[in-house]
């Protein structure tokens, strides 16, 4: 039976090499941080060798920084060729004791087989088999433009023997049946060059970013931009991205990248159930779901699980994105995801105010924020942002009211902020890097909040003046924020038609009734404008009449 399954069908492509002439202090605090078992080793392109981690740590626990990788990787150089066999890799294993074998096209280094590789594909069946996307079903749920786009890229790839992926979140909802344009792709070569050639053969325009081997394909003015027939439910742009693997410098930071497999590039990402892909190219493999993490299962069972313990070490935005999932499919957090949230959310004092603000603005986006909001609670990830944010379910009903009449983003922060005691608000805004400006606007949401009774029981010209005393954006937030009826009507009767309420006399009517220019002008157009408030006057006609009242009896 092993002789069926060919090297190339398990081997893991865009390998890390190190050059044999490096010292141990100039790779080894990268390499110890990258954590894989080995690292093909290469003198001016050849393969001398094999350097692992195990014997990288011992050299540097006994300070042999100095030495060179030659100097202590395993000679005796053995390889595979793609159309090797598995049984073949087992036997080499088996007699040279490595656990990582060289994959070499000629003379050319191309892969990696390990022993994570061998074992998978010995493996049985996982317990919920794992499905062929065929045609009809990726038609079904992405509709036939998006199919028709996947197989386009898929023979173009092909063409260039290049195998390719669809990856992460549009994997995951179409084994959930659930629609989604965010078609993301991975290769298995270089993803700035191959859009150049998606640009030349299909049209459209490209961004390339070479450093992070990452690009954007614009599908506008593509021939399938272009086409009535293929337009309809295809995304704007595809990204393109060469298949890599990260680590992180420290906790909290962008990671650092390199060219890897496509098992690698799912190993780097954050939970199971977005470590999925399918093939589109080559061909006869179209469809074919690769799941190394089993996130098949999860999906099946409902559960988001992360890929290793340190995740959320490496990233502490990861606890949003699991929360924003739980939320989002009606799905579990694993027991031991739990766990390990509740231990490491403090790592998120290591994240930017502007990454915080992104995932937050993102969970408030979610059609359950609500929960997503109790689940933030109780972990105590809001606390561990700042102490202060002890919030509670008002907030998330204020929210889901804005979203209901499609008000921007920026409105929902002023609805979070006004949910904060005043003293509170500059200390969370600063940790959220805002600041100028928008600071102000928050804290006299908050000041208005708390300050209801002001609204709900003064007259129309009362109210309407109070209220003008606040940025606009602060009175719109208090609008969703109100928990009553009532105040929210005189909200909304305030922000729809009391604030446009002004006097038609102006300072030539004034000056041609023998008032001279000054303070008093705007003092008398605020008398006339509480009577119009307050329906004493309707037009101005009655504006008029008064005002030569006031003026006739001494009472300006």
């Given at each position: 039976?092993?002789n069926t399954i060919p090297i190339q069908a398990i081997m893991s492509?865009?390998?890390?090499?190190?050059?044999?002439?490096?010292?141990?202090?100039?790779?080894?605090?990268?390499?110890?941080?990258?954590?894989?078992?080995?690292?093909?080793?290469?003198?001016?392109?050849?393969?001398?060798?094999?350097?692992?981690?195990?014997?990288?740590?011992?050299?540097?626990?006994?300070?042999?920084?100095?030495?060179?990788?030659?100097?202590?990787?395993?000679?005796?150089?053995?390889?595979?060729?793609?159309?090797?066999?598995?049984?073949?890799?087992?036997?080499?294993?088996?007699?040279?004791?490595?656990?990582?074998?060289?994959?070499?096209?000629?003379?050319?280094?191309?892969?990696?087989?390990?022993?994570?590789?061998?074992?998978?594909?010995?493996?049985?069946?996982?317990?919920?088999?794992?499905?062929?996307?065929?045609?009809?079903?990726?038609?079904?749920?992405?509709?036939?433009?998006?199919?028709?786009?996947?197989?386009?890229?898929?023979?173009?790839?092909?063409?260039?023997?290049?195998?390719?992926?669809?990856?992460?979140?549009?994997?995951?909802?179409?084994?959930?049946?659930?629609?989604?344009?965010d078609i993301d792709i991975v290769l298995e070569g270089d993803a700035?060059?191959?859009?150049?050639?998606l640009a030349r053969s299909y049209g459209g325009t490209y961004e390339?970013?070479?450093?992070?081997?990452?690009?954007?394909?614009?599908?506008?003015?593509?021939?399938?931009?272009?086409?009535?027939?293929?337009?309809?439910?295809?995304?704007?742009?595809?990204?393109?991205?060469?298949?890599?693997?990260?680590?992180?410098?420290?906790?909290?930071?962008?990671?650092?990248?390199?060219?890897?497999?496509?098992?690698?590039?799912?190993?780097?990402?954050?939970?199971?159930?977005?470590?999925?892909?399918?093939?589109?190219?080559?061909?006869?493999?179209?469809?074919?779901?690769?799941?190394?993490?089993?996130?098949?299962?999860?999906?099946?069972?409902?559960?988001?699980?992360?890929?290793?313990?340190?995740?959320?070490?490496?990233?502490?935005?990861?606890?949003?994105?699991?929360?924003?999932?739980?939320?989002?499919?009606?799905?579990?957090?694993?027991?031991?995801?739990?766990?390990?949230?509740?231990?490491?959310?403090?790592?998120?004092?290591?994240?930017?105010?502007?990454?915080?603000?992104?995932?937050?603005?993102?969970?408030?986006?979610?059609?359950?924020?609500?929960?997503?909001?109790?689940?933030?609670?109780?972990?105590?990830?809001?606390?561990?942002?700042?102490?202060?944010?002890?919030?509670?379910?008002?907030?998330?009903?204020?929210?889901?009211?804005?979203?209901?009449?499609?008000?921007?983003?920026?409105?929902?922060?002023?609805?979070?902020?006004?949910?904060?005691?005043?003293?509170?608000?500059?200390?969370?805004?600063?940790?959220?890097?805002?600041?100028?400006?928008?600071?102000?606007?928050?804290?006299?949401?908050?000041?208005?909040?708390?300050?209801?009774?002001?609204?709900?029981?003064?007259?129309?010209?009362?109210?309407?003046?109070?209220?003008?005393?606040?940025?606009?954006?602060?009175?719109?937030?208090?609008?969703?924020?109100?928990?009553?009826?009532?105040?929210?009507?005189?909200?909304?009767?305030?922000?729809?038609?009391?604030?446009?309420?002004?006097?038609?006399?102006?300072?030539?009517?004034?000056?041609?009734?023998?008032?001279?220019?000054?303070?008093?002008?705007?003092?008398?157009?605020?008398?006339?404008?509480?009577?119009?408030?307050?329906?004493?006057?309707?037009?101005?006609?009655?504006?008029?009449?008064?005002?030569?009242?006031?003026?006739?009896?001494?009472?300006?």
């Amino acid at each position: 039976m092993y002789n069926t399954i060919p090297i190339q069908a398990i081997m893991s492509y865009g390998i890390r090499t190190v050059e044999a002439s490096q010292t141990l202090a100039e790779v080894g605090h990268v390499l110890q941080r990258i954590g894989h078992e080995g690292y093909p080793v290469v003198r001016e392109g050849v393969l001398v060798g094999l350097l692992t981690s195990r014997d990288l740590n011992r050299a540097l626990a006994h300070e042999q920084k100095l030495l060179t990788v030659g100097d202590i990787v395993l000679g005796n150089v053995v390889s595979l060729a793609p159309d090797d066999s598995l049984e073949r890799a087992l036997q080499l294993m088996q007699e040279s004791g490595w656990g990582q074998i060289p994959v070499l096209d000629g003379d050319t280094l191309i892969g990696l087989v390990t022993r994570s590789d061998v074992i998978a594909a010995l493996a049985p069946p996982s317990p919920s088999a794992l499905p062929h996307l065929s045609t009809d079903t990726l038609a079904q749920v992405l509709g036939t433009s998006a199919l028709t786009l996947l197989n386009a890229i898929g023979d173009l790839a092909t063409t260039h023997q290049m195998p390719a992926f669809v990856v992460g979140g549009v994997v995951r909802d179409v084994l959930l049946s659930r629609p989604n344009d965010d078609i993301d792709i991975v290769l298995e070569g270089d993803a700035t060059l191959f859009v150049q050639e998606l640009a030349r053969s299909y049209g459209g325009t490209y961004e390339v970013h070479p450093r992070f081997g990452t690009a954007k394909w614009d599908l506008a003015g593509s021939h399938f931009g272009g086409k009535d027939a293929l337009r309809e439910g295809l995304p704007h742009f595809v990204d393109l991205v060469s298949a890599r693997y990260e680590y992180y410098p420290h906790l909290g930071a962008l990671p650092t990248v390199y060219r890897a497999g496509i098992r690698l590039d799912l190993r780097r990402r954050d939970f199971t159930i977005n470590a999925l892909a399918f093939h589109i190219s080559p061909p006869e493999k179209f469809g074919q779901v690769l799941d190394p993490f089993h996130g098949y299962d999860d999906l099946q069972r409902g559960i988001i699980r992360e890929l290793h313990p340190l995740s959320y070490h490496e990233d502490p935005t990861r606890i949003f994105r699991a929360v924003r999932y739980a939320t989002r499919y009606g799905f579990s957090l694993s027991p031991h995801t739990q766990h390990l949230i509740r231990l490491t959310h403090a790592t998120l004092r290591h994240v930017t105010g502007e990454r915080l603000r992104n995932e937050l603005t993102l969970m408030f986006l979610e059609p359950h924020f609500e929960q997503s909001l109790h689940l933030l609670t109780e972990y105590g990830i809001l606390q561990a942002i700042h102490p202060a944010l002890l919030l509670e379910g008002d907030v998330a009903q204020a929210i889901a009211l804005a979203l209901a009449d499609g008000v921007e983003s920026s409105l929902l922060w002023v609805i979070f902020f006004a949910h904060l005691e005043n003293e509170f608000v500059a200390a969370v805004a600063e940790r959220f890097l805002f600041s100028g400006k928008i600071v102000k606007t928050f804290e006299q949401a908050s000041i208005l909040r708390h300050k209801p009774h002001r609204v709900r029981f003064g007259n129309i010209a009362d109210t309407t003046f109070f209220l003008d005393e606040f940025p606009l954006e602060s009175v719109m937030a208090n609008r969703y924020c109100a928990l009553d009826d009532l105040t929210r009507s005189q909200y909304h009767d305030y922000l729809t038609h009391w604030r446009h309420i002004q006097p038609h006399t102006d300072g030539a009517v004034l000056q041609r009734k023998g008032i001279h220019p000054g303070p008093i002008y705007t003092a008398v157009r605020n008398r006339l404008r509480k009577h119009l408030l307050n329906g004493d006057i309707t037009t101005p006609q009655d504006e008029l009449a008064l005002l030569d009242t006031w003026i006739k009896q001494g009472d300006l």
